[in-house]
């Protein structure tokens, strides 16, 4: 088994394709619907071989067999039916061919192409497929390092950032509208309790990060990485304090803007539009929320300059940020067709940022299931507005968003995504709270106070 057996398979699925009597085309799904997507029935397309059956079950035999059935076009089945999950149903032999060559990103781009679709809960689904890949990566470094050298993310230079950025948020404020909360914020929230809404929760993640960063009122605070502004109106409105925050989608700035306006902040909130790397703004507290995730591995170091540069002699701040455990690769599909750039640094990567400039890390905390539970609500949003989404796009989109957000509630359910708060300071800084108790009190002091 190996690459002769797979060119074999490639090249029988290619004439199938180029032959119009066996090319049968999966029709879409239609708008709304969760899991079952791609309902081509493959009929045109031969029989499945003896080799791409071989290939398949060596495959699942390599990811240790997760509980999921798999049924290729000709009505050929794979797995236990009382023990699986959901059932993973492919289209026709190219479908069946690029996964076997490519599984990490091909899932990805067949499902989107409604050439694979999933019967049972899409997160189920893609939770055992991430447990399947964690037991992969854990026993093969092999594999780890081949991962890194066949994807390469895209950069993320001054110039490369703004396209990056321009792919993922400038794709219209009227779209994240649909499922965000009322204040737009696109990171993980804080749930006191698992019944908490999405507007609750996002306002006690915003409280969450203002009691780690102890602002006081009057501070100088700087933003990096501002997303749509709820956080920074939230500091000013609620923590008396001065923020200058920054970012470089051109959309959220001119929304920040204007509900800063609106909220009668304008004076006390100023939006930049401009890179985190020409930061310059002296600030007793820097705070970064779900922004580290696009500076790019190489610039970690850079980072804690503009961090050093910019905060006080008794200043603090807060990094809010995805990770992982190991230094793994990002999701090749997510990386290229949701998140180009992105990386999820672990804590010891981190340290890159504080280490430098003798920056004294004081708290870490891990809020991974905070996020898994942010993304189920955002699904559910999502999918109740998936007609409008339709009609803004098109459903190969709504495929796309469908399956970021189902396969990211797996990642952080299964641990391979983690979900970071670090707190630091300047070093020898001694005005610090002995407890957390300051993090958990029931209501805010009055502002001013």
Excluded at 348 to 356: H, I, K, N, Q, R
């Amino acid at each position: 088994m190996g690459l002769p057996m797979i060119r074999r398979v490639l090249e029988d699925s290619h004439r199938d394709q180029s032959d119009p009597s066996l090319n049968g085309h999966p029709s879409l799904a239609e708008p709304g619907q969760v899991s079952d997507i791609g309902q081509g029935n493959g009929n045109g397309s031969r029989p499945s071989s003896k080799v791409e059956r071989k290939l398949l079950e060596n495959l699942l035999g390599a990811v240790g067999g997760p509980p999921l059935g798999i049924e290729l076009w000709d009505g050929t089945r794979f797995g236990d039916e009382e023990e699986s999950v959901g059932e993973v149903r492919i289209h026709d032999r190219l479908a069946l061919a690029k996964l076997l060559t490519n599984p990490n990103f091909q899932f990805g781009e067949m499902y989107a192409d409604g050439r694979l679709s999933v019967e049972g809960p899409l997160e189920v689904v893609m939770t055992e497929m991430f447990r399947a890949m964690d037991r992969v990566n854990k026993r093969s470094t092999l594999w780890t390092k081949l991962l890194t050298k066949i994807h390469r993310p895209r950069p993320t230079s001054l110039r490369a950032s703004k396209d990056n950025i321009y792919h993922h948020y400038d794709i219209g404020n009227d779209f994240y509208r649909l499922w965000l909360d009322d204040s737009m914020a696109y990171t993980c929230a804080y749930f006191r309790d698992e019944h908490v809404s999405l507007e609750d929760a996002q306002r006690a993640k915003f409280d969450h990060v203002c009691r780690k960063a102890r602002l006081e009122p009057g501070m100088a605070v700087v933003e990096a990485g501002c997303g749509w502004g709820g956080l920074a109106l939230h500091m000013a409105e609620h923590y008396g304090v001065r923020v200058k925050a920054f970012n470089i989608s051109r959309e959220q700035i001119a929304y920040a803007r204007r509900a800063a306006k609106e909220r009668e902040l304008d004076g006390r909130v100023e939006f930049i539009e401009d890179d985190w790397r020409n930061i310059d703004t002296p600030c007793d507290a820097f705070v970064s929320v779900g922004m580290l995730e696009h500076v790019g591995r190489k610039n970690y170091r850079l980072l804690g300059d503009v961090i050093h540069r910019c905060l006080s002699p008794e200043g603090r701040g807060l990094i809010h940020t995805i990770g992982q455990n190991q230094p793994l690769p990002f999701s090749v599909w997510i990386e290229r067709r949701i998140f180009p750039g992105g990386y999820t640094p672990t804590l010891s990567e981190m340290m890159d940022l504080f280490a430098p400039h003798d920056l004294s890390v004081l708290d870490v905390e891990n809020l991974r299931l905070h996020y898994a539970q942010t993304l189920r609500h955002w699904l559910e949003r999502f999918e109740a507005n998936v007609e409008r989404v339709v009609e803004m796009f098109d459903e190969k989109f709504v495929r796309m968003w469908r399956l970021y957000l189902a396969g990211s509630i797996a990642a952080f359910e299964t641990g391979t995504y983690q979900l970071y708060q670090v707190a630091f300071s300047r070093n020898g800084v001694n005005d610090i709270p002995w407890t957390r108790e300051h993090l958990y009190a029931e209501k805010l002091a009055p502002e001013g106070q």
